[in-house]
Each structure stands twice: as C-alpha cells, then as structure tokens.
C-alpha cells in the first residue's frame, strides 16, 4: 500500500460516509495502491477531497495523520546515446574495441566505412551494426599486433583462411588481403 492508499483508509474509518459509497470497493482499491496509480495523481486527490469533506465519524479519537498525496518527480528525459554522424576512423584496415576484432571496409551501398566483427571460432566476419561510430584510430591494429597474430594462429586475420607460407604468417595477413587491403 502506498502512503495515498493509507490516507484514504484512514479517511475511509474516520468519518461518516454516505449510504451510497461504496467502502468495499475503495478499501480494496486503497490497499491495492490503485488510487496512487499514477502516484498522487488528479483522481487520488479527487478522493481525498471528497472523503475529507464528509463530517468526522463520532469518537474517532485516533487524529488522522496527514499523509500528503506524494507529487510525482518531473521525469528526467530519457538517457539516449548519440552516435557521431561520421566515422572517426580515417581508413579500411582491422581494429580492435572491448576485445573484439573488427574489420572495416567500404561499404559499396553507402560509399562509406563498415565494420564486420570477426568470430574467432568461426574465423567470419559479419557486419556489426553502429560499431564504425565507435571506433576511432586509436582502436586500429597496427601490424606488429596483426604479425604476432599470424604466427600464433597461422591463419589471415582479414579473412580467416589459412596461411601457408612463412611471408604471410609473418604479416598475418594472406597475399590477396594484402593486395585488398594494402597490408
Ligand atoms: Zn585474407
């Protein structure tokens, strides 16, 4: 029960009501918080008018304390999240944000950037919605990371095959990455 629910059962016992309310009714709506809803709404105040207008009941010796109908806080606007309209990335190449791995490249529909997220089970990339506007250059790998990548798990990180030869194990970039993507 909320504090207009416990004003109006107190007002409910103190005094006298007519023959026609419904008691039953408003105690239940009254322990059940729906007069507060919304809380200290018009119709909880509506109710608590019309009951304090009615005479105090005969020997009702416990005063009634005075509950004031709670005023809802001004909502905050809602927290929203602004992206940057443009990329803050300055070139295709592979990245690295909350230690994930994310491949940019031109978006032949926008003509602009894209970010595919790689899944290293897999070795996949799929698109990764909004994450261009997250990353900056301060994300992007830089080859020595790119290299250590290569030797450790043998395979191009721009597209997940294999590498064979020893020259692109030590890039970790495959030939035809390379060429694509200027590694
Ligand atoms: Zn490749």
């Not at 109908?69 to 905050?76: E, L, T």
């Not at 990353?135 to 450790?152: F, K, P, Q, V």
């Amino acid at each position: 029960m909320n504090a207009t629910g416990a004003r109006i059962l107190e007002l409910l016992d103190s005094r006298v009501l007519p023959a026609w309310y419904n008691v039953r009714e408003a105690r239940f709506y009254a322990c059940h918080g729906m007069f507060g809803f919304p809380p200290g709404g018009s119709f909880a105040a509506k109710i608590i008018k019309r009951l304090e207008s009615y005479p105090a009941r005969a020997g009702y010796t416990v005063s009634a304390p005075v509950i004031p109908v709670a005023v809802p806080a001004p909502k905050a606007p809602e927290a929203r999240t602004y992206t940057a309209t443009a990329p803050a990335i300055q070139a295709r190449g592979m990245y690295r944000l909350n230690g994930e791995i994310y491949k940019v490249v031109d978006n032949p529909r926008t003509g602009r950037f894209a970010a595919h997220k790689l899944d290293m089970e897999t070795r996949k990339y799929t698109y990764a919605k909004g994450i261009i506007y997250k990353l900056t250059e301060a994300h992007r790998l830089d080859t020595s990371t790119i290299a250590a990548h290569g030797l450790d798990q043998l395979w191009c990180l721009c597209c997940g095959r294999a590498l064979d030869r020893k020259d692109s194990q030590e890039r970790g970039i495959g030939p035809i990455c390379a060429d694509k993507y200027g590694f």
